[in-house]
């Protein structure tokens, strides 16, 4: 069966992990006046009782990078998934629970017998933030851009629809090659963002310069590449229930500087509170911090047969020991203690994990974790017959403290099983480079995670992906892969990412580490804000008092 090709979804996305945050899921809104969660867990918190939202006023929020391009057909920064989540809505969103609710749509998608056609109803009386209407024609308008435009990073995903029909001005209907279970998925992220068609027609390949969707805030202006400013929409079609007259977002780069600015109130919402800083602002009766299980995961990549470059199938050699050698990557993990790797470079705050799914995840299969043995992993080395101290040269992200941390202690673990690790910090893009190119023999990186954890592994695992940094080529991966996309029972896919993972323990080519917290901060004043698992900061509903 076709599998969807996967284009290399880039920097940021991959980079979510060290001093990124993201574990434990709360749901619902900040209660006004309190907050989420003040402690050290995770809690799920809802409106407080009869609590008025306040009116007006404009909300600052600091995101830990700077967006890059405003138009969903190219984007790939995680943050700039939070700019989107406030300006263009999708077909689909993240609900509790992380449960995919409509948004454009008015209902889930009528999927026939054979899997291979999604009948789409969307929500009447809704208007484009320019005024225009939002229909069918529009949907069928944006994902056509979408799946053709040769910049487009949507197209890889929407490779399984070969055809869109507007079949009245309320109702879409996309014909698949093959069935594909997570295309609901895809279509609450990016793939489902509408774009309004007079303004692609108007400015085609600069959409990005003045973007114009459905949200409850619309573009105003970005006066640099750190700040982009939106507006309260006026023809937003619940515009009751939104509040604040316009959000600011600034980029500030350096997690402690963002803490900084919270604590001083310079800033209002803060994107990912790094774990040293945490426990300064639970000290603070001006600021509230609230963790999210994050979808995503970090771990080593290992390069076992990426010699000819990323996406490029066959069995290629590739010459160190680990690539040669499976029981050595099973040495390597048993050589590391995920508790205490949790414990030292994370203060406890991330969740020890071995698989690329979150424990959030409806999904998530049932494995006990393997333990550190440093024994087995000794007679692994000798019996792999490769000379002792074995040579592992692992890529870190330069410039990060936390990357070089959890570098430190994996080459202290390591050592302890026959392994001489060399930490190499890299410039995460140069870094990312080499990995596509296939120059490099181990990466720490990790992903932000997707709603539907098929994209948590089929980039990774799949053999014609670009983003399949290892060279991983295995039948039963790839029949597994393929099992999962077409099988539209949820039960059943739930078996069959369970055996995936079972096999990717045996394998090693990703050597999963631990799920990272994201941690949103937050002023008292602020309330009203919508967090779930995926880490976007949903302000629909905000409110800031005193303003």
């Known amino acids: 069966?076709?599998?969807?090709?996967?284009?290399?979804?880039?920097?940021?996305?991959?980079?979510?992990?060290?001093?990124?945050?993201?574990?434990?899921?709360?749901?619902?809104?900040?209660?006004?006046?309190?907050?989420?969660?003040?402690?050290?867990?995770?809690?799920?918190?809802?409106?407080a009782s009869g609590a008025a939202a306040h009116e007006g006023g404009n909300l600052t929020v600091a995101l830990a990078e700077a967006p890059d391009a405003l138009d969903p057909t190219v984007a790939s920064t995680y943050v700039g998934r939070i700019v989107f989540a406030n300006m263009c809505e999708k077909l689909y969103d993240v609900g509790d629970g992380l449960k995919i609710v409509p948004q454009l749509a008015a209902e889930k998608p009528k999927v026939s017998p054979d899997g291979k056609t999604y009948t789409i109803v969307l929500r009447k009386g809704v208007k484009f933030n320019d005024g225009t209407d939002f229909n069918a024609q529009a949907v069928k308008k944006t994902l056509e851009h979408y799946k053709d435009d040769p910049k487009s990073a949507r197209a890889s995903e929407l490779t399984t629809v070969t055809k869109v029909d507007a079949v009245n001005p309320t109702t879409v209907r996309l014909h698949l090659k093959t069935p594909y279970a997570p295309l609901t998925a895809i279509l609450?992220?990016?793939?489902?963002?509408?774009?309004?068609?007079?303004?692609?027609?108007?400015?085609?390949?600069?959409?990005?310069?003045?973007?114009?969707?459905?949200?409850?805030?619309?573009?105003?202006?970005?006066?640099?590449?750190?700040?982009?400013?939106?507006?309260?929409?006026?023809?937003?079609?619940d515009k009751a229930k939104v509040h604040l007259d316009g959000v600011t977002f600034v980029a500030v780069t350096q997690p402690n500087v963002r803490a900084a600015n919270l604590r001083s109130g310079d800033i209002d919402v803060a994107d990912?509170?790094?774990?040293?800083?945490?426990?300064?602002?639970?000290?603070?009766?001006?600021?509230?911090?609230?963790?999210?299980?994050?979808?995503?995961?970090?771990?080593?990549?290992i390069n076992v047969s990426n010699s000819a470059g990323a996406g490029k199938p066959g069995n290629h050699t590739v010459d160190n020991p680990m690539a040669q050698h499976p029981e050595l990557r099973q040495a390597l993990a048993l050589s590391l203690d995920r508790d205490a790797i949790n414990k030292v470079v994370?203060?406890?705050?991330?969740?020890?994990?071995?698989?690329?799914?979150?424990?959030?995840?409806?999904?998530?299969?049932?494995?006990?974790?393997?333990?550190?043995?440093?024994?087995?992993?000794?007679?692994?080395?000798?019996?792999?017959?490769v000379p002792t101290p074995i040579p592992v040269q692992v890529?870190?992200?330069?410039?990060?403290?936390?990357?070089?941390?959890?570098?430190?202690?994996?080459?202290?673990?390591?050592?302890?099983?026959?392994?001489?690790?060399?930490?190499?910090?890299?410039?995460?893009?140069?870094?990312?480079?080499?990995?596509?190119?296939?120059?490099?023999?181990?990466?720490?990186?990790?992903?932000?995670?997707?709603?539907?954890?098929?994209?948590?592994?089929?980039?990774?695992?799949?053999?014609?992906?670009?983003?399949?940094?290892?060279?991983?080529?295995?039948?039963?991966?790839?029949?597994?892969?393929?099992?999962?996309?077409?099988?539209?029972?949820?039960?059943?896919?739930?078996?069959?990412?369970?055996?995936?993972?079972?096999?990717?323990?045996?394998?090693?080519?990703?050597?999963?580490?631990?799920?990272?917290?994201?941690?949103?901060?937050?002023r008292s004043a602020v309330s009203g804000i919508q967090y779930y698992g995926d880490g976007l900061i949903r302000l629909k509903s905000a409110s800031i008092s005193g303003s």
């Open 1 to 47: 069966m076709p599998r969807p090709r996967h284009a290399l979804l880039l920097t940021m996305t991959l980079a979510l992990g060290l001093g990124a945050a993201g574990c434990s899921q709360p749901t619902g809104s900040t209660p006004a006046g309190t907050g989420g969660d003040t402690g050290g867990g995770d809690s799920s918190a809802a409106p």
């Open 188 to 237: 609450a992220d990016r793939s489902g963002m509408i774009l309004s068609p007079k303004q692609l027609d108007k400015l085609g390949d600069d959409f990005a310069k003045h973007p114009v969707c459905v949200g409850p805030f619309s573009f105003k202006d970005r006066p640099s590449s750190d700040k982009i400013e939106l507006t309260r929409s006026k023809y937003y079609y």
């Open 272 to 301: 990912r509170i790094a774990p040293p800083d945490v426990a300064t602002l639970k000290g603070s009766s001006d600021v509230k911090v609230w963790p999210v299980t994050s979808l995503g995961y970090q771990g080593l990549t």
């Open 346 to 385: 994370f203060q406890g705050q991330y969740v020890p994990g071995c698989t690329p799914i979150s424990p959030e995840s409806p999904f998530a299969p049932d494995i006990t974790c393997p333990k550190r043995d440093v024994a087995k992993a000794k007679q692994l080395v000798a019996d792999s017959g």
């Open 395 to 522: 890529n870190v992200q330069a410039g990060n403290a936390d990357a070089t941390k959890l570098g430190t202690v994996i080459q202290s673990m390591a050592k302890d099983a026959g392994f001489d690790v060399k930490v190499n910090p890299i410039e995460f893009t140069t870094a990312l480079d080499n990995a596509a190119k296939g120059n490099f023999e181990t990466f720490q990186v990790g992903w932000s995670g997707r709603l539907d954890p098929d994209q948590n592994i089929a980039p990774f695992w799949d053999n014609d992906s670009a983003l399949n940094y290892s060279g991983a080529n295995y039948k039963d991966v790839q029949s597994l892969i393929q099992k999962e996309q077409s099988t539209t029972d949820e039960a059943a896919r739930k078996q069959v990412f369970q055996q995936l993972a079972e096999s990717f323990l045996q394998h090693n080519n990703i050597i999963y580490l631990y799920y990272p917290k994201v941690v949103m901060g937050y």
